[in-house]
């Protein structure tokens, strides 16, 4: 079964600095790979997706994430941080061709201080 | 605008009541999915639908039932509450295939004592 781990549960960080949260699965064949966003209050929301093509991909608000086949990897980066980017990540998987479920991580909490 | 609603957004219940979720989506999306948050354990699909009439269940899915009898509705029912289904439950729809968005709902957060 596939898998997803987000090893920061919780990070720390001073307006302006930069990010990258770390995202790895477990699946040998193709994946789709998202980041969704939880803001205080409200609900998920997709910050961006891989799923073919060039494996750096953008998001919205300057967040990014490269997929790194060779480390079944999917960070995510952002090289500027405002006080505003304060909210849960979470990192998603599919890897079933033909299967819409998604696999969550279990997220980290991301406080920026001002 | 289509969106995505859930109701109620707070519920307080007693442990072996039957209770039960609303979600319904005005997107006309074939998939629908619900999903429970916790703490330490992040989001984790309870039961999915990808159509009228099709359910199934997902990796968390005991004590919940779901039906689907048209597009854009599929209410979550606990048979029994349990206090270990105190949770935060979150809907989503997307209209596939696998690469699409799913959109999520605002949350229930539902405390059963």
């Known amino acids: 079964a596939q898998s997803v781990s987000q090893h920061n549960h919780h990070v720390i960080l001073s307006e302006a600095a930069s990010l990258e949260l770390g995202c790895n699965y477990s699946?040998?064949?193709?994946?789709?790979l998202f980041w969704y966003v939880q803001y205080p209050g409200q609900h998920l929301q997709l910050l961006l997706k891989?799923?073919?093509?060039?494996?750096l991909v953008k998001g919205i608000k300057g967040f990014e994430a490269e997929f790194i086949k060779s480390k079944f990897s999917f960070n995510l980066r952002k090289p500027s941080v405002q006080w505003s980017d304060t909210a849960e990540y979470f990192c998603?998987?599919?890897?079933?061709?033909?299967?819409?479920?998604?696999?969550f991580g279990t997220g980290t909490r991301l406080t920026i201080i001002p | 605008d289509a969106e995505i609603t859930q109701s109620p957004r707070h519920k307080i219940t007693e442990t072996g009541r039957q209770v039960t979720l609303a979600c319904h989506q005005t997107?006309?999306?074939?998939?629908m999915f619900w999903y429970r948050q916790d703490l330490g354990h992040g989001l984790r699909l309870i039961h999915y639908?990808?159509?009228?009439?099709?359910?199934n269940k997902g990796e968390v899915s005991d004590g919940y039932s779901v039906s689907r009898s048209n597009t854009e509705d599929l209410p979550l029912t606990l048979e029994s509450a349990a206090s270990s289904q105190t949770s935060v439950y979150f809907c989503?729809?997307?209209?596939?295939?696998?690469?699409?968005?799913?959109?999520f709902g605002p949350g229930t957060r539902l405390t059963v004592l």
């Open positions: 989503a729809s997307s209209e596939g295939p696998h690469t699409d968005t799913q959109y």
């Open positions: 891989y799923f073919s093509g060039d494996p």
């Open positions: 998603a998987v599919n890897a079933d061709f033909g299967n819409e479920k998604l696999t």
């Open positions: 699946y040998g064949g193709t994946v789709n």
């Open positions: 997107w006309n999306h074939n998939n």
């Open positions: 639908s990808y159509g009228v009439q099709d359910t």
